[in-house]
């Protein structure tokens, strides 16, 4: 069984960085997989922050864009998402997840992580 695990979260302070990262169980499974990271902050719907694709293509949502990286280190079996300038917006849960397509007309296969807390202060 595929697991997920993340980690780097914590208390930073606005116009800093943080990088988490999430480590997978599985020595090829980020070199197979899409993985992506989600957040959710406390009275806010669940939202994709960046993602990338197992030929290496990323994508960010609009408010991180330019802030936020994320990059995939096969050597070291892990996924990161470096966070660049963190507002106090950015405060959430932040989740790893990778997703396998197995068949391609059918969807993914997809792990999730149990998540990090991030916290920016002003």
């Known amino acids: 069984q595929v697991q997920l695990v993340e980690s780097g979260g914590g208390l930073v302070q606005a116009g800093g960085s943080l990088r988490l990262s999430c480590a997978a169980s599985?020595?090829?499974?980020?070199?197979?997989?899409?993985v992506a990271w989600y957040r959710q902050a406390p009275g806010k719907q669940r939202e994709l922050v960046a993602r990338i694709e197992d030929g290496g293509r990323t994508s960010y949502a609009d408010s991180v864009k330019g802030r936020f990286t994320i990059s995939r280190d096969n050597a070291k079996n892990t996924v990161s998402l470096l966070m660049n300038s963190p507002k106090p917006e950015d405060t959430a849960v932040y989740y790893c997840t990778a997703a396998i397509w197995t068949v391609i007309t059918m969807p993914p296969i997809t792990y999730w992580g149990q998540g990090t807390q991030v916290t920016v202060s002003s």
């Open positions: 599985s020595g090829s499974l980020f070199s197979l997989a899409a």
